[in-house]
């Protein structure tokens, strides 16, 4: 049992990292300036240099990732690009809402589901079974 939940763990790292990286890319394929967003118009070229260099925008891309990786291996998913706010606090003021809609969908599948599974059961092979 060990190994299996050691195997599964190994064959799950690959995907989790190609998963980070493409969301990684995305974020950063955006057309959308992160720093002209949270600054807004009208700001100087140094204040905008200051403030990409302190949100580590000027590193390569590369870099920037790993450093994003490891920060989110610490448990640090840094600061939204676009609120300028801690992720962590954006995730943390939603999760209510997002749990109670998923606790929603589960006990409505579970509603639908259950009593159609058996009577899809007890009706083997009938015209009912297969709709």
């Given amino acids: 049992m060990r190994h299996l939940l050691l195997t599964r763990l190994v064959s799950v790292a690959p995907m989790l990292l190609l998963v980070s990286l493409f969301a990684f890319l995305l974020i950063h394929a955006t057309a959308t300036d992160p720093v002209a967003q949270i600054l807004g118009e009208g700001v100087s070229e140094a204040d905008r240099a200051e403030y990409a260099r302190r949100l580590g925008l000027d590193r390569p891309l590369p870099e920037q990732f790993l450093r994003w990786v490891w920060a989110a291996l610490h448990g640090d998913l840094g600061t939204s690009l676009y ?23 589960i006990c409505f599948a579970l509603a639908v589901g259950v009593p159609l599974g058996i009577a899809g059961s007890l009706r083997h092979g009938s015209r009912t079974a297969a709709s």
């Fill in 83 to 105: 609120t300028a706010l801690p992720v962590t606090d954006s995730i943390m003021d939603r999760i209510g809402v997002t749990l109670s809609l998923a606790l929603a969908g």
